[in-house]
Nanobody, 117 residues
Framework: VQLQASGGGLVQAGDSPRLSCAASGRTFSINHMGWFRQAPGKERDFVSR????????YYADSVKGRFTISRDNAKNTVYLQMNSLKPEDTAVYYC???????????WGQGTLVTVSS
């Protein structure tokens, strides 16, 4: 499975960009897709995940109410709508996929989101 993330860049605080992650290859092996992020000098943290079959979602407390994850099954693509961005949201955002929500077998290349105040 290959994951291609896009949509990052330099944005202003309060902006609402959307990240995309397109999956290709053996996508039938994927049950969950998610987003993680790694801020400068910090470890990679979980952001959000979605279950492919029923669309159920889960969010980290830090983004709950501001970010929305969604999917387009026909396009094998997952999205992360980010609203009310804060400078502390600055990070490299990675999409991931796996058979279970706790075992992420595939990772995208990461897309940098820089939020200026």
């Amino acid at each position: 499975v290959q994951l291609q993330a896009s949509g990052g860049g330099l944005v202003q605080a309060g902006d609402s960009p959307r990240l995309s992650c397109a999956a290709s290859g053996r996508t039938f092996s994927i049950n969950h897709m998610g987003w993680f992020r790694q801020a400068p000098g910090k470890e990679r943290d979980f952001v959000s995940r979605i279950k492919w079959s029923d669309g159920s979602t889960y969010y980290a407390d830090s983004v709950k109410g501001r970010f929305t994850i969604s999917r387009d099954n026909a396009k094998n693509t997952v999205y992360l709508q980010m609203n009310s961005l804060k400078p502390e949201d600055t990070a490299v955002y990675y999409c991931a996929a796996g058979r279970t929500w706790y075992q992420w077998n595939y990772w995208g290349q990461g897309t940098l989101v820089t939020v200026s105040s």
